[in-house]
């Protein structure tokens, strides 16, 4: 299985920018889809998770100004990042658990830089 995830880049303070993620290979039952993100000199963090049926857990600090959304039939995740402020600088990762009977596996993509400017 693998990730592609794509739509980084530089904004300034109170911009947007969309990131999308791609799920290609063996791919089977999706449990669900998310985002995170690493900055520099921090742990990785949860950003958004949606369920395969469509359930969504969001941040606190995300909350309002971040969507995450999913094309199924693409196995496509979606991140819409608006309002983004200095602190939103980081690497965001896009994953995958999927089905592995009799348990779940979990995939990570490359990541995808954003900077965000004052």
């Known amino acids: 299985v693998q990730l592609q995830a794509s739509g980084g880049g530089l904004v300034q303070s109170g911009g947007s920018l969309r990131l999308s993620c791609a799920a290609s290979g063996r791919i089977g039952s999706v449990v669900g889809m998310g985002w995170y993100r690493q900055a520099p000199g921090k742990q990785r963090e949860l950003v958004a998770t949606?369920?395969?049926?469509?359930?969504?857990t969001y941040a606190d600090s995300m909350k309002g100004r971040f969507t995450i959304s999913r094309d199924n039939a693409k196995n496509t995740v979606y991140l819409q990042m608006n309002s983004l402020k200095p602190e939103d600088t980081a690497v965001y990762y896009c994953?995958?658990?999927?089905?592995?009977?009799?348990?779940?596996?979990?995939?990570w993509g490359q990541g995808t830089l954003v900077t965000v400017s004052s």
């Open positions: 949606i369920t395969s049926g469509g359930s969504t």
């Open positions: 994953n995958a658990k999927l089905f592995r009977d009799p348990g779940i596996s979990v995939y």
